[in-house]
Structures are given as C-alpha cells and as structure tokens.
C-alpha cells in the first residue's frame, strides 16, 4: 500500500504541489501555489483565516479539484479530485472537527473504511496488536475499546492520528490541531509529532499561531490571500517577523494600561444553570465582574462555557443561586430584559446566534431595539429611521458594505463581527458578555474587536471575555478564571497568572474553586 | 455537476423560475395527453380558452381563485415563519362551518355589519383551530406538520357530524347540508348572471394587508426573523414563541376566511364537498408565489384557471380531468426544484 517504497525520486521529497490555482467565481482562493515536503520534516504552514490553506489541503485530498497545477506524492503524480488516490498514495488527514463515530469503540473508528468490511472479525487480533504498536511507537496512549463519545477532545485527536497512521499514512496533515487542546496536551502533541519525523514520517502543520509554530516546525510557508509570499527555515526567525510576513504589515498587540476597578457590574452568587435542555451544566458559579475590568474565562471548548453566555445574556435562567446586575436582582430572564438594562452581548457564534444572513444590514442592526419608539410607530416600522441609524453604525465601525440594504451573509466574518459590535457597543453597555469575539477573524480584524473592547472597558464598562484562545486571554484580560466540567476557579490577577498552573486547571486536574 | 450557492438572486430569476416550472410541467404532461390519444396542442388551448377565453371562463377561474388565494395566503404567512401549516382544509372548513353557525339567521344585522361580524366568526374559528397545534409546537416541540394535518380529517369528521346532525338544514330533503346563510350574510355579486362575488376583492385586500404586514410592520419583521433564523431571533429579544402564536392565528384565519367566504358568496350552505382540496391548494400557491403574498394572486389564478380550464379541455378532447390534478401537481414538483435552481448555481464539473 505504501508509496514509499517505491519512490523513485531520492529519498528527500515526499510531496510537491506545483502551481496549484483555485477560483471561486471571482475570488481565487489559491493563487499558483508552489511547495515542497522532504522526508523527515515539519513544514508549517502558516497564514491567517482565509488565506487559503484550507483550500489548498482541500485539493491536496481531492476534495476539490484546482483549476490549474499538480500535486505529486513520492515522485508520481496524484490524479485530482481523489480523495481515496489521496489516502493510498499515503496522505493522512486530521481535521480540525474530527471525524469520528462517537457510539463505536476506538478500535472499531480505526478499523471503520480501513478493514474490508467482509471479514471484520478475522482481522480484529491482528488489528488490535497492530493499533498497540502504533501507539507505543508513537506515544499515543488511548484505550482501544473504549467508545469515542466517552474519550476527551486530546484523546479523540490521538484516535484521529493513530487513524491514519493505520492506514499507512506517510505524509501527515494536522489542520489548527492546538485549538482544541490545552497547553499541556499541546506539548504532548507536539513529542508526538517529533517522534513521527524522527521515525520519517512528513507533517504539514496548519497553524495561525505563531509559538507553535516556532516550537514544532523545522520550515514554514506563509500564505497571504492565496498567495504562498515566504517559505523560511524556522531557526533564525522572529515571531515579530513572522507576523509581520502572515498580515502583510507590523503588527502592534493591544496594550492594556492598568485601571481601578470599579463597583461590580455583574455578580453571580452560587448560580446553578441544569435541566435536561442544558448540555453542560454550570455548577456553583460565583464571579464579580467590576466595571474598568476585563475578567476573562480560559477553558477548552465544551467545559459549560456556552451555558455561562446563556446565562449572562438572558438565553437561560438560573436553576439556584442570583444574579445581581449593578447591584440589582434580575427580575426576569429574558434576552430583551437584559438589553433593557445596559447588557451588551456579543454572541460566540455570530451566524447561528448573532445575526439572521438573509435580512438585510440594517434589519439586524436593529434586531435588539426595533419596539423600541426611535424604531416603530403603531406597530409600523420606522424604515427611514432604521436606515439612518445604520448608516451611522456602518460609519463609526467601519462595516465594508454595499449599503445597509446588502444581504447580512455576503458580508465577510470580520464585518460581521463589527455589525456585532456597532450593535452592542454604539449604546454604551455597562457590562458586556464577550463569547469568543474573534474566532475565526483574521489579524486586522481580532485587532479591531480587542481595541473597541478596551475602549469599551475605558468607558467603564465590566466585560466578560469567554475565549479558548488563551492567548486572547492573557492579552486583554485583567482577571483570569478557567471554567472545567461547568465549574469556575477562582479568578487570579493577570501578573499573578501562571501558564503552568491554567493548563492544569483547564484539564481539570487541580481543585476547584469551591465558594 | 455540482450546485453552488448564489450570492444574489436577481429579480427576472424570481419571476422566470415559477413561469419556467409551469411550462415545464405542461411539457411533461403533453406526454400524458398524448398518450390518452388527444391532440395535445388542441388540448392546451381548449383548456387556455376554457380558463381565461370568454367572459364566462373568466369569471368562473376568479371564482374559483378566491378561496385559494387566501389559503395560499394563509400557507405563505405561516411558511415565511416556519410554521408548516398543512391544516389549512381543515381551518377552511371549520371556518365556513363558523360562518353557517353565525349566518344563517342567529344574529340578525344590515348587511354591512353582518357580512364583516360572520367573517371574522369564522376567521377566530380557523385561527383557534391552528392555535392548537402551534401551542404543541412551542411548548413541547411537536412535530405541526404531523399535528395539523391529522386535524384535518378530525375536522371533516366534525363538520360531517354537524351536517348530519345538529346542524342539518331540515329543509334540505335530508341532505346533509347546513341551513342557507341568511340574504343579509350573503357576499354580493360582482358580475351580474355570474358566479363572481365581492369574496374576490377580500381575497386580493388580504394580499395587499399581508404584504404589508410582512414587509412594513414590526409583526412582519419578527415573522422574517423568526422564520429565517429563530436561534439568532431569540437572542436579539424577539419573542419567537409568541410570534409563532400569532402567525398561527393569522394564517389559521386567513384560512378560515376562504371558508366564509365560500359558503357566503359562491355556495350559500355548507357541505361537505365545498371545496375539492382549497386547503392543500394553498400551499402548492404559496410555494409557487415563493411565499409572496401578492405572488399568492397571480399563482391563484394559474391554478384555478387549470382546473376550470381542464373541464372544457376535458368536455372537448375527451381526457380526463383530472389531468388538472396531475398539472397542478406536476407544476409544484418543478416549481421545488426551480427553488433549488434559484438559489444555487449548477455547475458542469
């Protein structure tokens, strides 16, 4: 099965893309995309949201088929549009949403596509034994016959690897494999990937974030809007030039000058959100938010983060325990009653929960204020109003739109992020929920959302930055608290923060905070 | 071949896709004809004429459009909310056996007050009835196609028991048939020596008030946002339970309407074979008006002037008619996959 061995053409190069172009009507996602794979590397491969890695590891799988180049693996060339040409040529794939079946055993999610479906129980011995080599070689420890629902997310993506490398993968294509995972498990991952290029094994490695890469990467190739613009030995690089080569530009970090914290803004005493609708319930949550102060929450995703935005947006009530807002009780939980008192909130997922792709701009612009009488009379909405009010929000927050008339889902994530903001910032919330702001916006955007919320907390608004981005985290916040298994710890001053000891506490493996 | 979203629709698209679905399923039924042994362009144009070629033809498919009008209203309201209102028979008739109820000389008033109080009888009456499944629906998650359809059989059961029992017209020879609304309930005649009764012009205001609705109000606003995106509905504040309560009140009474309006201006009693499916018409109009309350007009006529048309059709070339059926039919299969057609791309490879 394996195309090593049979290699013509020198042992060094194992893949080689040759100008690779893709369009999508008028937007050309891969723009003559030339690179290389040796034998025994990691290549990184680095650039921001949208420029075009995915799309170029799409073709590479012969998910789609590029209009002009070729790929070759191990010196022959790979026929497009492929995927099963893909795998047995030796390429492997982990995808940043796993691809797993979670009622099935993870020996049975290895052996599923692999193993002739024919004769499953003859193969089983040979496969098990086969699977227990794999992951001793490689120090990808996971219990064979334990269901995938039960495994964590760092264990399911040792599955994934340990999936491909069954099926004889030589070349290894990892997309954003850190998102998921905690530092520590980071650090795991990448011994991992040490011990594969040492056993010769190739690894592509798709990353927007600059220290791994440094960390884990022997080469990286830097694409920008489709283009591939460096490939650079990582040894003599700089994560300021690195940077600088991902967005085109010097890149300034938002800088955090130290404020007093004011009267809290949103308090949460003891509050329990459960019920059979809530999938991972919040248990005893105390927290203060004060205003001045960014409090931010690190955890791997899936921890009971979307049930604290629930609650702090009005989406779910608490079962036990108070909320208190500037001091008050809440009266009723409602996502209108919130708004009513100076709640500004940014949801996690801005197409599912933010805004509503198929009416226009400035329909959504006043999704959260259309009763009120700046906007409708007599049940009548006010058009002219609602579209001046638009505009002023298109203006102030930069929004590249049309006219407030466009269609809300032409426009791209990072503009849809700012008809976010225009719409909970431009009223002056005294407490803001943050719920991932920046995922999946690219550097010019991320920038642009972390400066309007340090205005905003200059303005003296309380914000509460839910991110699984630590980094984001440590960035912007004044506070640090990790959410696990529906639990908060205690939050601890940003200089008093220890890497180290978040990583411990986001994989649950130090006590909890208990008030 | 693969299919790719579009990101803009233009206008002639919207216009050319349901006109496309039709001629297509006329195409496809020409096969049919055919095969029946009629000449089959001889057959298309007695059907043309018999629908819109005289002033008896026409005015027999405005009649006939009245009803469906208003249940394709009442569909494409409840579709724009995603509410699958498949109910709208049984709303008809629970409406017209409202409007008996309430017509047929219980209340006696002058005409001008008379006709508006007996509609809107029979409008709270279809309203209720839809009432029923979307608190179902909001309050448990069932399933409102399963439950609204299902009501429609238990509510031709009921008028069935009513008609045979309570409220059989004991002048009627011992048909079951309701007692005659009184003359001041009665909807007056548009056309003289014609079939054509004011029923039509309420039908086209209610498009013109839905459309307004729809796009002018802040109910419509909630009806859109609600219908295209609930998630993102709920948590700007718009109170998405309550606004599929009163979409299914709306829709349920525009329905309702169709009855009243039926037994008020085109029957005079009710029976139980009033209307040949008005109700599940509705939603072919609504899907061929692409949820466009004015759309909902022009679609009405399409259809209505299929079925009157393919009596003549079916008087002069002998194929049966219920080749209409097969049309009307035919003409939402294609309409479906012109939908598809508008909003994604086909792409050779």
């Given at each position: 099965?394996?195309?090593?061995?049979?290699?013509?053409?020198?042992?060094?190069?194992?893949?080689?893309?040759?100008?690779?172009?893709?369009?999508?009507?008028?937007?050309?996602?891969?723009?003559?995309?030339?690179?290389?794979?040796?034998?025994?590397?990691?290549?990184?491969?680095?650039?921001?949201?949208?420029?075009?890695?995915?799309?170029?590891?799409?073709?590479?799988?012969?998910?789609?088929?590029?209009?002009e180049g070729r790929v070759e693996v191990f010196g022959r060339a790979l026929p497009h549009g492929s995927p099963k040409a893909a795998i047995a040529a030796g390429l492997g794939m982990v995808h940043q949403h796993f691809t797993l079946a979670e009622n099935l055993t993870v020996l049975d999610n290895v052996m599923i596509g692999t193993e002739s479906l024919w004769r499953p129980w003859q193969d089983r011995r040979r496969a098990r034994a086969r699977l227990a080599d794999l992951a001793e070689r490689f120090g990808l420890a996971v219990d064979p016959d334990r269901r995938v629902g039960d495994l964590s997310v760092g264990e399911?993506?040792?599955?994934?690897?340990?999936?491909?490398?069954?099926?004889?993968?030589?070349?290894?294509?990892?997309?954003?494999?850190?998102?998921?995972?905690?530092?520590?498990?980071?650090e795991?991952?990448?011994?991992?990937?040490?011990?594969?290029?040492?056993?010769?094994?190739?690894?592509?490695?798709?990353?927007?974030k600059l220290p791994e890469v440094m960390a884990v990467s022997r080469r990286v190739a830097v694409l920008r809007q489709g283009r591939c613009v460096a490939v650079r030995d990582t040894a003599g690089l700089d994560r300021a030039g690195l940077a600088a080569l991902m967005v085109g530009r010097e890149v300034t970090a938002p800088s955090r000058t130290p404020l007093p914290p004011g009267p809290p803004a949103l308090e949460l005493k003891r509050v329990t959100v459960a019920g059979p609708r809530v999938r991972v319930p919040l248990r005893d949550a105390d927290l203060a938010v004060h205003r001045h102060e960014i409090l931010g929450i690190a955890g791997v995703s899936g921890n009971g983060q979307s049930t604290l935005a629930d609650l702090v947006s009005g989406m779910a009530a608490p079962s036990a325990g108070q909320i208190l807002l500037f001091g008050d009780p809440i009266a009723r939980h409602k996502p209108s009653h919130f708004v009513r008192l100076g709640v500004g909130r940014i949801p996690e997922d801005r197409h599912a929960e933010g805004l509503v792709g198929d009416m226009a701009v400035w329909e959504n612009l006043i999704a959260e204020r259309y009763r009120e009488p700046d906007f409708q009379r007599a049940g009548f909405l006010k058009r002219g109003a609602a579209r001046a009010h638009a505009g002023d929000l298109i203006r102030d927050f930069d929004v590249r739109c049309p006219s407030p008339e466009a269609v809300t889902r032409l426009l791209s994530g990072g503009n849809m992020q700012k008809l976010i903001l225009g719409r909970t910032l431009a009223r002056r919330p005294g407490f803001i929920l943050a719920n991932q702001p920046t995922r999946g916006l690219d550097i010019g955007a991320v920038t642009y959302v972390h400066e309007r919320l340090l205005e905003a907390r200059g303005h003296g608004a309380g914000v509460l930055l839910i991110s699984e981005d630590l980094d984001e985290v440590l960035a912007l916040a004044d506070r640090v608290a990790v959410i696990h298994a529906g639990r908060l710890s205690a939050p601890m001053a940003r200089e008093e923060v220890d890497v180290r000891r978040l990583g411990l506490l986001m994989a649950g493996e130090e006590g909890h905070h208990a008030a | 071949m693969r299919l790719e979203a579009r990101t803009a629709v233009p206008l002639w698209l919207t216009l050319a896709a349901p006109a496309g679905a039709v001629l297509t399923a006329f195409v496809l039924c020409a096969g049919l004809i055919a095969w029946s042994g009629a000449p089959v362009l001889e057959a298309y144009g007695r059907l043309l004429a018999g629908a819109f070629g005289s002033r008896f033809a026409l005015t027999e498919t405005l009649t006939r459009a009245t009803p469906l009008i208003l249940t394709g209203l009442a569909a494409a309201v409840a579709f724009r909310a995603k509410l699958w209102n498949i109910g709208g028979e049984g709303q008809l008739y629970l409406g017209a056996l409202a409007a008996v109820a309430v017509g047929s000389g219980v209340i006696s008033l002058p005409a001008p007050l008379l006709i508006p109080v007996v509609m809107l009888v029979a409008m709270a009456a279809g309203g209720l009835l839809l009432l029923g499944p979307a608190f179902l629906k909001t309050r448990l998650g069932v399933d409102e196609v399963v439950t609204t359809l299902l009501l429609n059989f238990i509510v031709l059961l009921f008028v069935s028991m009513m008609l045979e029992g309570p409220m059989k017209d004991p002048m009627a020879m011992g048909w079951p048939q309701s007692a005659p609304v009184v003359s001041d309930a009665e909807l007056p005649r548009l056309v003289p020596r014609t079939r054509l009764h004011l029923g039509l012009v309420i039908a086209v205001l209610a498009a013109v008030a839905v459309w307004v609705i729809k796009s002018r109000t802040v109910f419509g606003y909630e009806i859109r946002s609600v219908g295209s995106n609930p998630r993102a509905a709920a948590f700007a504040g718009v109170p998405v339970n309550w606004v599929v309560l009163r979409v299914a009140l709306l829709s349920g009474g525009l329905a309702g309407l169709a009855g009243a309006s039926e037994v008020m201006g085109r029957t005079g009693y009710l029976t139980l074979d009033m209307s040949p499916g008005y109700g599940y018409g509705g939603i072919v109009i609504a899907m061929l008006a692409q949820l466009n309350p004015l759309g909902c007009i022009a679609a009405a006529l399409l259809v209505a002037g299929v079925f009157v048309g393919a009596d003549a059709m079916s008087r002069a070339v002998a194929v049966p008619n219920y080749i209409a059926d097969v049309l009307v039919a035919a003409s939402l299969l294609c309409m479906l996959v012109g939908m598809l057609l508008v909003r994604y791309r086909l792409r050779w490879r």
């Open positions: 099965m394996t195309a090593a061995a049979s290699a013509p053409d020198g042992p060094e190069l194992t893949l080689r893309l040759d100008g690779i172009t893709k369009r999508f009507g008028s937007l050309t996602a891969n723009d003559g995309i030339s690179l290389d794979l040796r034998k025994g590397e990691v290549l990184a491969l680095l650039g921001e949201n949208g420029a075009g890695k995915t799309t170029l590891m799409n073709i590479l799988f012969g998910h789609y088929v590029p209009d399911r993506q040792r599955v994934e690897i340990l999936k491909a490398l069954y099926r004889e993968a030589r070349i290894l294509i990892l997309d954003e494999p850190t998102a998921v995972l905690t530092p520590q498990e980071s795991r991952l990448f011994a991992t990937l040490r011990r594969m290029v040492d056993e010769g094994l190739s690894v592509i490695f798709i990353s927007h | -």
